[in-house]
């Protein structure tokens, strides 16, 4: 099962790949800013809305990944099917 996963992995087409790289790029850059807000909190605890903003970032940021991630896969298997 795994190699299955690896072998799909490898033949996923070149443009896929570069739109879910851009798509990890994007979603590294939400998690730096979640994680600078939180050291902002860590060093200067004004509110509870800045530690609540920061995890709502990353978790989004995380989300966003794990989407780029699957929808490259599912396009992937559109494309070679309707081809």
């Given at each position: 099962?795994?190699?299955?996963?690896?072998d799909?992995?490898k033949s996923?087409?070149k443009?896929?790949l570069?739109?879910?790289?851009?798509?990890?790029?994007?979603?590294?850059?939400?998690?730096?800013?979640s994680?600078?807000?939180?050291?902002?909190?860590i060093?200067?605890?004004?509110?509870?809305?800045?530690?609540d903003s920061?995890?709502?970032?990353?978790?989004?940021?995380?989300t966003?990944?794990?989407?780029?991630?699957i929808?490259?896969?599912?396009?992937d298997k559109?494309?070679?099917?309707?081809?």
């Amino acid at each position: 099962m795994v190699n299955k996963f690896i072998d799909n992995f490898k033949s996923i087409e070149k443009d896929i790949l570069k739109i879910m790289f851009l798509g990890f790029r994007f979603s590294f850059i939400i998690c730096i800013i979640s994680c600078i807000i939180s050291l902002l909190y860590i060093l200067n605890p004004i509110s509870h809305i800045i530690y609540d903003s920061s995890i709502i970032l990353f978790k989004t940021g995380l989300t966003f990944s794990v989407m780029f991630f699957i929808c490259a896969f599912a396009i992937d298997k559109i494309k070679k099917q309707i081809i």
